[in-house]
């Protein structure tokens, strides 16, 4: 796809990954609207991406609920004039023991990192058919490939949301609109502010701009999915595939510590 003129609705896209994918997308020449639920912290996000030029409104909504996807789809197609491309990166994580974990977080991610997704996706797809180029970027989580211990909700929330998009894709296939999936590892955003999980667990940090370069890259050569976290992730990818109780192993062996490092991990 060629980004220039391109109209993006990006969720999620005051901080983080949403904020530097709005950040490449107006420098390759996109028209571009963001979200996010924090009026205060969207409208200085706004303001800092207009002043470096390009094409940015913003909609202060909680896509998670009906009144907030309504709104945001109605503003990004007035201020837009329509839509080309949109983005499902607006997401939310609690780790824990799934037993100590309330009903109220567990449907809160369910919500905002499943549901929310699959019902803008439904809304968006007349307005993304209408110039037979459409796109829908899902961004998940590395968790979706393999799941990982105090993550189980978050875990579930995030596959659900992978198969999805692939399932979307193939219905979608020959119709106008193309469905892709982005998987990062752990990365330097807010999201990430309330973990102590490091090097020594396996979560070594990617930047924003990192994942949002990658993601554009993979936008611009209508690749499938883009699967970050390099090498080492890919072997355990496999070896998750292939021999799933060594897996299993080597997360019983750093259970306790794991469990101490994330156990406030929370962004909802």
């Given at each position: 796809m060629?980004?220039?003129?391109?109209?993006?609705?990006?969720?999620?896209?005051?901080?983080?990954?949403?904020?530097?994918?709005?950040?490449?997308?107006?420098?390759?020449?996109?028209?571009?609207?963001?979200?996010?639920?924090?009026?205060?912290?969207?409208?200085?996000?706004?303001?800092?991406?207009?002043?470096?030029?390009?094409?940015?409104?913003?909609?202060?909504?909680?896509?998670?609920?009906?009144?907030?996807?309504?709104?945001t789809?109605?503003v990004?197609?007035?201020?837009?004039?329509?839509?080309?491309?949109?983005?499902?990166?607006?997401?939310?994580?609690?780790?824990?023991?799934?037993?100590?974990?309330?009903?109220?977080?567990?449907?809160?991610?369910?919500?905002?990192?499943?549901?929310?997704?699959?019902?803008?996706?439904?809304?968006?797809?007349?307005?993304?058919?209408?110039?037979?180029?459409?796109?829908?970027?899902?961004?998940?989580?590395?968790?979706?490939?393999?799941?990982?211990?105090?993550?189980?909700?978050?875990?579930?929330?995030?596959?659900g949301?992978?198969?999805?998009?692939?399932?979307?894709?193939?219905?979608?296939?020959?119709?106008?609109?193309?469905?892709?999936?982005?998987?990062?590892?752990?990365?330097?955003?807010?999201?990430?502010?309330?973990?102590?999980?490091?090097?020594?667990?396996?979560?070594?940090?990617?930047?924003?701009?990192?994942v949002?370069?990658?993601?554009?890259?993979?936008?611009?050569?209508?690749?499938?999915?883009?699967i970050?976290?390099?090498?080492?992730?890919?072997?355990?990818?496999?070896?998750?595939?292939?021999?799933?109780?060594?897996?299993?192993?080597?997360?019983?062996?750093?259970?306790?510590?794991?469990?101490?490092?994330?156990?406030?991990?929370?962004?909802?």
């Amino acid at each position: 796809m060629d980004i220039l003129g391109k109209r993006i609705l990006i969720t999620g896209g005051s901080s983080g990954i949403g904020y530097a994918l709005a950040e490449l997308l107006l420098l390759k020449g996109a028209l571009v609207v963001i979200t996010g639920r924090r009026p205060d912290v969207l409208e200085a996000a706004t303001d800092k991406l207009r002043a470096r030029g390009g094409r940015i409104d913003s909609v202060a909504a909680d896509v998670s609920s009906d009144k907030g996807r309504n709104d945001t789809l109605k503003v990004a197609i007035e201020k837009l004039g329509g839509l080309d491309v949109l983005i499902n990166n607006a997401g939310g994580v609690k780790a824990g023991r799934l037993e100590d974990m309330s009903e109220e977080a567990i449907r809160a991610m369910i919500e905002v990192d499943l549901v929310a997704p699959i019902l803008l996706s439904r809304a968006a797809l007349p307005h993304l058919r209408a110039r037979s180029e459409g796109l829908i970027v899902n961004v998940t989580s590395g968790l979706a490939l393999v799941g990982a211990p105090y993550y189980a909700a978050y875990s579930g929330a995030k596959a659900g949301l992978a198969h999805f998009g692939e399932a979307l894709r193939r219905e979608l296939k020959g119709e106008g609109v193309h469905v892709m999936t982005a998987y990062p590892a752990a990365t330097d955003t807010p999201m990430m502010q309330t973990s102590r999980a490091g090097p020594e667990l396996g979560f070594i940090l990617e930047t924003a701009s990192a994942v949002a370069d990658a993601i554009v890259s993979g936008i611009e050569a209508d690749a499938f999915d883009v699967i970050r976290g390099g090498e080492a992730r890919s072997k355990l990818i496999a070896i998750n595939r292939n021999d799933p109780a060594a897996v299993d192993k080597r997360f019983l062996d750093m259970k306790p510590a794991l469990f101490e490092a994330v156990r406030d991990h929370s962004a909802l």
